[in-house]
């Protein structure tokens, strides 16, 4: 994928075990949009636009899968929308069943291929609301 950190604008995070919930970028800064209004945690969403902006793949492990099901990928764990500047439609990460010790499989709806992906996006991911909601 290719993501620049400052273009990214809106970001919507759906999980099964860590919080859910949405940010966007306001000429003040980012906010949260979902569960609450609230101003964002400025360092916690840098963490979360750089560990987005740096995201590859470890493995290319499938291309074209007819069964996502031994994914994890026919109902993933955690859904990300990641809207762009001046992008048409979000792009979205799916994440499914852990691969190894440290990854996890996922697909982009860039492609059909399914990638092994390093565990630093999921362990940076706001486990309650405090983690991503600014106490100022």
Known sequence: MDLKKDNISYVKVQS??????????????????????????????????????????RDYVEENPQDLKQYGLAIPDI?????????????????????????????????????AISDTLINDLPEKLADIQSVD
């Open 79 to 115: 859904v990300i929308d990641i809207q762009q500047l001046g992008a048409d439609k979000p792009i979205k990460i799916k994440i499914g069943y852990a691969h190894g010790d440290d990854a996890h499989y996922a697909q982009t709806s860039e492609g059909n291929q399914v990638y």
């Open 16 to 57: 099964k075990e860590r919080l859910s919930f949405a940010i966007k970028r306001l000429p003040d800064g980012w906010h949260l949009d979902a569960p609450v209004k609230a101003v964002a945690n400025a360092m916690k969403v840098d963490d979360l636009l750089w560990d987005l902006a740096q995201l590859e793949a």
